[in-house]
């Protein structure tokens, strides 16, 4: 028996009764302004309909749909024979035929379109057939996640409202429903949920406020946490908060699906909201729900951390995960420049949310190591913002409160370049949004350094990298060590070949994640980011060092993700944070706890 609830302006609801005895859906339809029906065949406006019920519920829903591989006994057990194609497909055979189509998008059209349709694609088949859609985003995820997350998915929220799909991912929880969110969830289809991402859409990649637009970000952000860790998908929720947004031309675009008015301001209106949104997600899916903040803007997202981090089971991965997988990056750079973090002087370009995220990891990484005070490590990392070198009692338009830690003793200093100049960096992070920063002069100058200069353009998505490798490859004879933000192609200069890293925060959530859920977790802490992070530089295997590359495959990422979780359950059960009893065999159990594609049908239903 299962329950769905309508609009009250139509259908008050519809109960659905089936039976393995009796292989038929029983439909039964109720209006607020009419009596229920016990009628049959369709003769009055509010019928009973009987029809049978595995075309609903194994065809209809993407969880249990798997199309032309159901096989023949399969179609005359659940009644569908006559209505796919005749020919049984397998699995991997359906997989080949989505590739060979994305492929074809690929040769037709220009490079740009051809990402957006191929998510778009994706998209259906997501909605579709998600067994199916996880499968091709597994098997292949260094080819089909640039189209599934970044850089594509910036195109997609641009363009949210104009390609959006009328199927109920995820939900949209918007200023009027304060006082009624809580009976706002009940309307979500399950009371199962392990992980929800939530976002306002203030600060979506490096394109700024995109309002409910940004949805595409939790919806992408779950399938990633799917596919690389395995946390089943009908147990994963997007969220988007309306708050308005600042975006003129979405106020005007009639097109625009969200409130038509400017977005609050941080403040006590926002965080009453916000804590009304996160007790009613306690309240009904329990207090160890994972809750990943997303692309909140720099008012409001520190603040939001700060208030929750010990209420819930609650991170935020522009600040954290960004930052942990560049951590990452940078513990497993020693393998080549044979430097320790805390022999390095760090310069960031970019002080938001993701450049004061990684310099804090970075200073309690070198506390870790070296066992410093964090006054010291933090000495070692200079940050550039809008307004110059960020240093105390800067004349130009004062420091804001989360970049304060990371002000320094020195002369003021105008720009990134003569900043550079100064400072002398061995690590250049850029993390500011900003095309092409990183300058042939200013590279030249960082190379002067050191032997092997770390430049890490992180700024999502591709056309937003504050140099390409080819940039950071030639204008430092190639002596750069590399990382991106979004993914680009192997290149080879001057005979030696390259392949650029990735510091994609998929290395790092979708395990932190993973672990999380698997102890039953009451909190995440930096000490696990930190341990994340050694635990993925610690996968980087030798071959990959020898092109300049510093994580490891992205088709590894199964393997890297249950690492990753089996260390972050390790700490909560050695903290004491776990609720979940510890086996004997850790890794094991994380593994077990990843959920795959399967067509099994029976299992499904």
């Given at each position: 028996m299962c329950k769905h609830n309508t609009t009250k302006n139509t259908i008050h609801s519809i109960t659905t009764t089936y039976t393995p005895a009796n292989p038929f859906l029983r439909v039964t339809y109720t209006h607020p302004h009419t009596p229920s029906h016990s009628l049959t065949h369709g003769h009055s406006l509010w019928p009973t309909l009987t029809l049978p019920c595995a075309v609903r519920c194994a065809v209809d829903h993407p969880a249990t749909n798997i199309s032309h591989a159901f096989t023949d006994a399969q179609r005359a057990d659940l009644?569908?024979?006559?209505?796919?194609?005749?020919?049984?497909f397998t699995k991997d055979e359906q997989v080949a035929v989505v590739m060979a189509h994305l492929h074809d998008i690929g040769t037709r059209l220009e490079e740009a379109d051809a990402r957006l349709e191929k998510y778009k694609t994706l998209a259906h088949l997501q909605d579709m057939n998600e067994n199916l859609f996880y499968?091709?985003?597994?098997?292949?995820?260094?080819?089909?996640?640039?189209?599934?997350?970044?850089?594509t998915v910036g195109a997609a929220c641009i363009n949210f409202s104009l390609i959006y799909r009328h199927t109920p991912r995820g939900m949209y929880l918007s200023l009027p429903d304060a006082?009624?969110?809580?009976?706002?969830?009940?309307?979500?289809?399950?009371?199962k949920v392990d992980c929800v991402v939530i976002t306002d859409g203030e600060r979506i990649l490096g394109l700024g406020d995109l309002g409910i637009d940004g949805m595409g970000i939790p919806i992408g952000k779950l399938a990633l946490y799917t596919a690389c860790a395995g946390i089943n998908p009908q147990r994963c929720l997007p969220i988007t908060l309306d708050m308005g947004t600042n975006n003129q031309k979405k106020l005007e675009d009639p097109v625009y699906m969200g409130l038509k008015h400017r977005r609050i301001a941080p403040g006590a209106r926002v965080d009453a909201f916000v804590t009304e949104v996160f007790e009613a997600l306690q309240d009904k899916f329990g207090r160890n729900l994972l809750i990943q903040f997303e692309d909140f803007g720099n008012g409001n997202a520190f603040r939001l951390l700060e208030t929750f981090k010990d209420k819930a089971t609650c991170f935020n991965d522009d600040i954290q995960g960004t930052a942990s997988v560049v951590l990452a990056g940078l513990i497993a750079s020693e393998k080549i420049t044979g430097l320790k973090l805390s022999q390095h002087t760090f310069l960031f370009n970019g002080a938001g949310e993701a450049g004061c995220g990684i310099a804090q990891l970075i200073a309690d990484a070198i506390v870790e190591e070296t066992g410093c005070s964090m006054e010291q490590a933090r000495s070692k990392i200079w940050m550039v913002d809008s307004r110059g070198l960020i240093v105390k009692g800067r004349s130009?338009?004062?420091?804001q409160h989360h970049k304060e830690p990371f002000a320094h003793e020195h002369a003021e200093v105008g720009s990134l370049l003569e900043a550079a100049k100064a400072i002398k960096p061995t690590a250049l992070i850029g993390v500011s949004a900003q095309p092409k920063s990183f300058s042939q002069e200013l590279l030249e100058s960082v190379s002067q350094n050191t032997e092997r200069p770390i430049v890490f353009a992180l700024s999502n998505p591709t056309s937003k990298a504050e140099c390409t490798p080819e940039e950071a490859y030639t204008y430092t004879k190639c002596k750069a060590i590399y990382a991106s933000g979004s993914p680009f192609q192997p290149l080879t200069i001057d005979g030696q070949q390259f392949v650029p890293g990735q510091g994609n925060n998929s290395y790092i959530f979708p395990g932190v994640g993973l672990g999380v859920v698997a102890c039953g977790a009451t909190k995440i802490t930096n000490t696990d980011m930190v341990l994340a992070a050694r635990t993925l530089a610690s996968l980087v295997t030798e071959d990959r060092f020898k092109?300049?590359?510093?994580y490891p495959p992205l088709d590894q990422i199964r393997e890297v993700s249950a690492k990753i979780g089996q260390a972050v359950a390790e700490a909560n059960w050695a903290r004491g944070t776990a609720t979940v009893e510890k086996p004997a065999d850790t890794l094991a159990f994380v593994k077990s706890k990843m959920w795959a594609p399967s067509y099994s049908v029976d299992a499904s239903l």
């Open positions: 009644s569908l024979t006559g209505l796919v194609p005749s020919r049984v499968a091709v985003l597994i098997n292949h995820t260094a080819e089909v996640m640039p189209y599934v997350y970044t850089p006082g009624y969110i809580r009976e706002i969830l009940d309307n979500w289809h399950s009371d130009s338009g004062g420091i092109v300049g590359c510093l």
